[in-house]
Each structure stands twice: as structure tokens, then as C-alpha cells.
């Protein structure tokens, strides 16, 4: 059974030799090729190079195209600021209040450079990879996009206080998120995955999350020529992830290293796809030892579950990160099935 075909098994509940492993190696591929980041979030090769490098060095059954979603603040006219061990931040945004994004001329912004290069990387990504493991891109939902265009507050004051303007600006995003999928699936991406923020109770009202932010999500998503998994965003997703259960073409929900697998599938029922939840922010903290043991208590947890896909969560797993930790996850994964692995429990 090769990478693909047990990342599928796991979507479709079918018999598996062991778990697929997904962890979000995205920067670490730097590492592994001492590429200088700057050159690593603007060049598709140097990217998939590195990504090559992380299939040879883990053995990982899950690619992600570039995590650097600030190409969507420069390509609006934004401004970000590079690191050299980390992914780059806005510095500034293209627009200061809701009223200059409501009034941009969407029609072009799909060929900026800086979104050819996240397409390009997945083409590449895809055309190296995509026969025999799984290819996911990265990107952003609709009524999550306009933070990294007009910042994080002044998105929250328009979609508080200013729902006219927010409905607007959504649509113009659920255009341009659409064509930017589609481009993704086009590319050869198996699914996109889309972390979700603004559909979160604990920042917007639950009254705009029902009225506004799933509707909007409802009818892009059932736009797309592919699946889609939905990513806890940086919290905790159980207390709303009822919400997002019946959106269409959203096969999994990575959930956060703070939320609880059992919770999760009582609330979604027996289909959809759980991933997770090893914190890759902080694996650079933790022993091999440790890192072994949680990962059992993990897949012990899940043992019964067909439709689950061990993975990191949060962001990119440091570049820090001694090389001999990761290599515990996947070991502590194969060794959990042993070495000739066997059918997955139902």
C-alpha cells in the first residue's frame, strides 16, 4: 500500500496497513536543503526540492504546498516582513478599512506573482509526488482571507459592525477563492485545506456564524472540483464544529492538540475524516521518548476509528526541531502495526 492509497483508505474507511502520517513539514523542507527562506517562499523549486528532501529523510505520506498565506497579502499590495527560521509576517495591509477591499478590482489578482508561485509549487509538488502520495494545498476560505489583506481588527470591526460591507467583501473573496481552489485541484492537489477562524463563536457572534460565515462557506464550497479539509485554525474546534459538519465537500476536520477525538466524532457522526493531534509547534520541546509515547496513547485512542489520519497539528513543525523527533512520530506509527502492518479495526 503506498502513501495515497493509505491517506484514502482513511477517507473512505477501507482496510489500511497503518495510519497514514501527515505532518506539517512545509519550512522544515529548508532545513533539510539550507535553502535560505526568502529564496524558499518565492522559488517553486527550491520549495518542492525541500519537500523531496522531507519525503526522503521521514517518509511521510501527506505534501503541503507552500504555508506561507502572506502571498495573498502581497498580492493585493500588502507588505510582509522575512525571517530566516521562520514563515514571513504582514507588516502591513493592503487596506486599512473595508471600504478600499470592497472597491478592488478582483479580475487580475489570480495571476499575481506570488500566487503563480503557490500554484506552480503545487504543479511541481504534484508532478514529483501526486502518483503515490497525497498532495494537499494551502490556502485561506472566503470569509477568512480578508485579514491578510485589511488586517485582523479591521475585519473584525466590518464583520461586527458593518455586515453590508462584510457580505460585499465576502463575495469578491468567494470569487477569487474559488478560481484560486479550482487552480489548486487543477494542479494536481488531492484536497485543499483551509484553516478556519472566522467562523469561530469565540471571536464573532454565533449569530453572524449561522447567518453569514456558513452560508458563505456553503455556497463556495460547493463550488470546488475537489475535497476540502478544514483546519482548527490555531484553537480549539469542538465547540463548533457541529457547525461546519454538513458543509459540502469537506471530507476532514484536523482538529486541535487541545481537543478531544471522542468529542469531535460524536459531533460529526461516522463519515467524515478526523486528523490530528500532535502539536507541531512544539515537538521541538519534547523527547523522543515523549514524543513516541503520546503518539501511542493517540493511536490507541483512535484504534476503533476507520476514517482517521494521524497528523500534526497547528502550524509548521519548527525548523529547530531535532530531526531524530520527527522521525519518532513516524516510527511510533509503524511500530504501532508492526513491521508488516496489518488490516485497520472497524
Excluded at 486599512?96 to 477591499?101: H, M, N, R, V
Excluded at 503515490?132 to 466590518?158: K, Q
Aim: with cysteine; proline share 6%; glycine share 8%.
Amino acid at each position: 500500500m503506498n502513501s495515497l492509497e493509505r491517506t484514502m483508505a482513511a477517507v473512505t474507511g477501507k482496510p489500511y496497513d497503518r495510519r497514514a502520517v501527515g505532518l506539517t513539514l512545509s519550512l522544515y523542507g529548508a532545513r533539510l536543503t539550507g535553502c535560505p527562506l526568502y529564496e524558499f517562499y518565492t522559488d517553486a523549486d527550491k520549495y518542492v526540492q525541500g519537500q523531496l528532501a522531507v519525503k526522503k529523510t521521514f517518509d511521510t505520506d501527506i505534501f503541503y504546498t507552500p504555508f506561507v498565506l502572506t502571498a495573498i497579502t502581497e498580492a493585493f499590495g500588502g507588505e510582509v516582513k522575512y525571517f530566516k527560521a521562520s514563515p514571513p509576517n504582514m507588516s502591513k495591509p493592503a487596506f486599512k478599512s473595508g471600504a478600499g477591499l470592497s472597491k478592488f478590482d478582483f479580475s487580475n489578482v489570480t495571476k499575481h506573482p506570488r500566487l503563480a508561485y503557490l500554484l506552480e509549487a503545487a504543479k511541481r509538488l504534484a508532478d514529483s509526488l501526486a502518483a503515490d502520495n497525497a498532495v494537499a494545498a494551502v490556502f485561506l476560505s472566503p470569509i477568512d482571507i480578508p485579514p491578510l489583506i485589511m488586517g485582523i481588527d479591521a475585519w473584525l470591526e466590518t464583520i461586527l459592525f458593518n455586515e453590508t460591507e462584510a457580505k460585499k467583501i465576502m463575495e469578491l473573496t468567494g470569487e477569487f477563492f474559488v478560481k484560486m481552489a479550482n487552480a489548486f485541484f487543477a494542479s494536481g492537489a488531492h484536497f485543499v485545506a483551509l484553516p478556519v477562524v472566522f467562523c469561530n463563536p469565540a471571536i464573532i457572534t454565533r449569530r453572524i456564524v449561522d447567518e453569514t460565515a456558513i452560508p458563505v462557506l456553503r455556497e463556495n464550497f460547493s463550488k470546488l472540483n475537489g475535497p476540502i479539509v478544514l483546519h482548527h485554525g490555531g484553537a480549539p474546534m469542538t465547540s463548533f464544529i457541529d457547525s461546519l459538519a454538513s458543509l459540502p465537500n469537506v471530507i476532514g476536520y484536523a482538529i486541535d492538540q487541545a481537543d478531544k477525538f471522542r468529542d469531535a466524532r460524536s459531533l460529526l457522526g461516522e463519515g467524515k475524516t478526523l486528523l490530528g493531534n500532535i502539536d507541531g509547534p512544539t515537538l521541538n520541546k519534547k523527547t523522543p521518548g515523549q514524543i513516541a509515547a503520546q503518539c501511542a496513547n493517540i493511536l490507541k485512542d483512535r484504534a476503533g476509528d476507520p476514517h482517521f489520519i494521524f497528523s500534526s497539528s497547528g502550524a509548521d513543525i519548527p525548523m529547530d526541531t531535532p530531526p531524530e523527533n520527527i522521525t519518532a512520530v513516524v516510527e511510533a506509527v509503524k511500530k504501532f502495526y508492526g513491521v508488516e502492518g496489518h488490516a485497520g479495526t472497524r
